[in-house]
């Protein structure tokens, strides 16, 4: 079983930043592909960005150069630094691992990210 716990949300000004952290229970993390999704009031779960086993990325067009994500393998545990937050970036934000050899998505409960002035 897998166990990913999401921390860093909170309240910020428009033009501020958050660092969201995840830390997964799973062992061998460093093989698997580590994402964030996020989801707003009223809408769909949305892709943010994702990393992979050999450290390569990818982003969502409207948060490319603001957001980064990184990974830390010796400690489980995956981030996403979010800067010029907007008030559009508002939503819960949930961490994903997928684990290609069985093609199961495991989540997180999700972080709130409120960006409001």
């Known amino acids: 079983q897998v166990q990913l716990v999401e921390s860093g949300g909170g309240l910020v000004q428009p033009g501020g930043s958050l660092r969201l952290s995840c830390a997964a229970s799973?062992?061998?993390?460093?093989?698997?592909?580590m994402g964030w999704y996020r989801q707003a009031p009223g809408k769909q779960r949305d892709f943010v960005a994702n990393?992979?086993?050999?450290?390569?990325?990818n982003y969502r067009d409207s948060v490319k150069g603001r957001f980064t994500i990184s990974r830390d393998n010796a400690k489980n545990t995956v981030y996403l630094q979010m800067n010029s937050l907007k008030p559009e970036d508002t939503a819960v934000y949930y961490c994903?691992?997928?684990?290609?050899?069985?093609?199961?998505?495991?989540w997180g409960k999700g972080t709130l990210v409120t960006v409001s002035s």
């Open positions: 990393i992979n086993s050999g450290g390569s990325t």
């Open positions: 994903n691992l997928y684990d290609i050899s069985t093609r199961m998505d495991y």
């Open positions: 799973r062992s061998s993390f460093s093989i698997y592909t």
